[in-house]
């Protein structure tokens, strides 16, 4: 297929895709939990457990009480102490909500994200920024919560995609029917895509991405090809390729 028509195909599939229908519980994504709430700490949560088989992150994600970020620590341990998520035990889910309530009391995530990002405009340097200011407000290491909260890498080739950053981003920093648009700083188009398993095989297949390698290099790959599609916007082609791999069209 030529680049042409692979254009073709996905600008169809994204108009078609962007209505609220997408999101559903018969077709579950965290993006329709954190979409009822229109706040960033929340939406990170559930993006930060988007990890896993769709309508189980659904499901967990809404056993949560999100009031509890504004609740005293006290609580949130007691509220949270029977909850688990995968690789996280209870320990680790209350941790991610006392960091996040400690952050928001001191600073946006989006003005953490944008110290880092604003000097060259390069959205992992926002990452790396955030990672570490989280860490610094509830330092905890173990396996389930550094799986979870993620740490910047030694080397970029060494690293993952960091996916569920880069959807919490899509989230953020885009806006139309499916992303939330909460954020103002940050331009659309220096987004990464959040490459999964899904989106790495589509894109494989339609000769979009030649690495075979799933890291960051082959997101900033792919992101770099389809600029050539929309250099303003390319990302807006991220939900439409894991829907084409999910649903096995492509």
């Given at each position: 297929?030529?680049?042409?028509?692979?254009?073709?195909?996905?600008?169809?599939?994204?108009?078609?895709?962007?209505?609220?229908?997408?999101?559903?519980?018969?077709?579950?994504?965290?993006?329709?939990?954190?979409s009822?709430?229109?706040?960033?700490?929340?939406?990170?949560?559930?993006?930060?457990?988007?990890?896993?088989?769709?309508?189980?992150?659904?499901?967990?994600?809404?056993?949560?009480?999100?009031?509890?970020?504004?609740?005293?620590?006290?609580?949130?341990?007691?509220?949270?102490?029977?909850?688990?998520?995968?690789?996280?035990?209870?320990?680790?889910?209350?941790?991610?909500f006392?960091?996040?309530?400690?952050?928001?009391?001191?600073?946006s995530?989006?003005n953490?994200?944008?110290?880092?990002?604003?000097?060259?405009?390069?959205?992992?340097?926002?990452?790396?920024?955030?990672?570490?200011?989280?860490?610094?407000?509830?330092?905890?290491?173990?396996?389930?919560?550094?799986?979870?909260?993620?740490?910047?890498?030694?080397?970029?080739?060494?690293?993952?995609?960091?996916?569920?950053?880069?959807?919490?981003?899509?989230?953020?920093?885009?806006?139309?029917?499916?992303?939330?648009?909460?954020?103002?700083?940050?331009?659309?188009?220096?987004?990464?895509?959040?490459?999964?398993?899904?989106t790495?095989?589509?894109?494989?297949?339609?000769?979009?991405?030649?690495?075979?390698?799933?890291?960051m290099?082959?997101?900033?790959?792919?992101?770099?090809?389809?600029?050539?599609?929309?250099?303003?916007?390319?990302?807006?082609?991220?939900?439409?390729?894991?829907?084409?791999?999910?649903?096995?069209?492509?």
């Amino acid at each position: 297929m030529e680049l042409s028509e692979i254009k073709t195909l996905l600008d169809n599939e994204v108009e078609a895709r962007n209505n609220s229908a997408e999101l559903s519980f018969d077709k579950p994504d965290p993006l329709l939990v954190a979409s009822q709430y229109q706040d960033e700490s929340i939406a990170l949560i559930c993006a930060l457990f988007g990890y896993g088989n769709a309508g189980l992150i659904v499901q967990f994600l809404q056993s949560l009480d999100f009031s509890l970020l504004d609740a005293s620590e006290e609580k949130i341990k007691q509220a949270l102490s029977s909850h688990y998520y995968r690789f996280q035990n209870s320990e680790d889910v209350m941790s991610l909500f006392i960091a996040l309530k400690r952050l928001r009391s001191e600073e946006s995530i989006e003005n953490i994200f944008y110290a880092g990002y604003k000097k060259e405009e390069n959205i992992l340097d926002g990452l790396w920024q955030f990672m570490k200011r989280l860490q610094s407000v509830y330092p905890r290491q173990t396996r389930g919560y550094s799986f979870l909260t993620g740490s910047p890498p030694k080397k970029l080739s060494a690293s993952g995609t960091y996916k569920r950053y880069m959807m919490y981003l899509r989230w953020m920093v885009r806006k139309d029917a499916l992303d939330m648009g909460l954020w103002s700083k940050i331009d659309k188009k220096d987004l990464l895509m959040p490459l999964d398993t899904h989106t790495f095989n589509v894109s494989r297949r339609l000769g979009l991405l030649q690495r075979r390698t799933y890291d960051m290099k082959a997101s900033m790959e792919l992101t770099e090809t389809l600029r050539a599609f929309d250099e303003t916007d390319p990302v807006k082609y991220d939900f439409a390729l894991y829907r084409l791999g999910q649903e096995k069209l492509a």
